[in-house]
C-alpha cells in the first residue's frame, strides 16, 4: 500500500480513537456516582524492608466543587493530622504543630504522608484534568494514553486501562517528563459494595526507590449517599 495511503488512514484511527477518549473519560467518572462516600482505610508503606502502617478515615462530597476530608487516626504519633481537599485546593493540618497550611503548587507534587502518592493523586477529575486517545481496543479493556490538562503535574501523560464492564482503572502508568515510566498504580479486589464498583485496594509502586504504598479499604466501613454538610469540609473543621 501507498505509504501515503497508510499515514492518511493512521491519522484517521488517531482521530476517531481521540474522540472516543473523551466518552471514556466522562464514563469512568460517571462510575463514582454516589453523592458522599465514607470509609476506613489502611495505608501500608513498604520502603528498603521497612514496613509502615497508618489508619484514616475518608469522607467525600459530590458537587460544583468536589469536597474530600483525610483524617488520620493512628499511630498516635499522627491521629488527627488531616488533609483537606476543595477543588484544586488542598490544606493540610499538623496536630504537632496546631498549623493549618495551604499547599503551593509544587507542594501538592510532593510525597503524602511519606507515601507513593502525591497529593495531587487524590485530586483527579479525569474530565475537567484530562484529554486523551485510545491506544487499544481490548475484548475487555480499553488501553488510553491520558494527558493533564495541568502542565505542572509531576507527569507528562499516563498510560491507563480501563474495564469495559466497570470502567475501573485497573491499572495506571506514569511517565516523566522524558517519557520514562517511574510510578504504575494497579487495583485489586474490584467488587461491587452496595450496588457500587469499587476497588478494594489500590497499590502504588515506584518503580525508581522501589518503594510501595498500598491502600485497603475496611469494607464493612464504606458507605454511599448519606448527608453531610459542606461544613465538615472547612479548614477551621480539621482543628478537632
Known amino acids: 500500500m501507498n505509504r501515503v495511503v497508510m499515514f492518511f488512514l493512521a ?9 472516543d477518549a473523551s466518552e471514556i473519560l ?35 462530597k459530590k458537587g460544583e466543587k468536589d469536597l474530600q476530608l483525610m483524617r488520620f487516626t493512628s499511630p498516635p504519633r499522627i ?12 490544606w493540610y493540618y499538623n496536630k504537632r504543630s496546631n498549623r493549618v497550611r495551604l499547599l503551593s503548587k509544587s507542594a501538592k507534587k510532593g510525597s503524602m504522608m511519606g507515601s ?32 493533564p490538562v495541568d502542565r505542572e503535574r509531576n507527569y507528562r501523560y499516563i498510560v491507563a486501562r480501563v474495564n469495559k464492564e466497570n470502567f475501573i482503572e485497573e491499572r495506571l502508568e506514569y511517565y516523566d517528563k522524558n ?35 498500598r491502600i485497603e479499604t475496611h469494607e464493612k466501613s464504606l458507605d454511599f449517599d448519606f448527608e453531610m454538610e459542606d461544613s465538615e469540609f472547612s479548614e477551621k473543621n480539621l482543628k478537632k
Not at 11 to 19: L, N, P, Q, R
Not at 181 to 209: F, G, H
Open 26 to 60: 466522562q464514563n469512568m467518572k460517571d462510575a463514582q456516582d454516589y453523592k458522599t462516600s465514607r470509609a476506613a482505610y489502611a495505608m501500608i508503606i513498604e520502603n528498603k524492608g521497612k514496613t509502615t502502617t497508618m489508619e484514616f478515615e475518608g469522607y467525600h
Open 179 to 213: 517519557e520514562v515510566r517511574y510510578k504504575v498504580m494497579v487495583t485489586e479486589n474490584v467488587k461491587q459494595v452496595k450496588d457500587r464498583w469499587t476497588a478494594i485496594r489500590v497499590i502504588m509502586t515506584d518503580l525508581i526507590s522501589g518503594k510501595i504504598t
Open 79 to 90: 491521629e488527627d493530622t488531616a488533609i483537606l481537599i476543595k477543588g484544586e485546593k488542598i
Open 116 to 147: 507513593t502518592f502525591s497529593y495531587n493523586d487524590l485530586n483527579i477529575d479525569y474530565v475537567e484534568d484530562f484529554t486523551g486517545e485510545i491506544l487499544e481496543d481490548e475484548k475487555d479493556h480499553y488501553i488510553l494514553k491520558i494527558y
Open 11 to 19: 491519522t484517521i484511527s488517531i482521530s476517531v480513537f481521540a474522540g
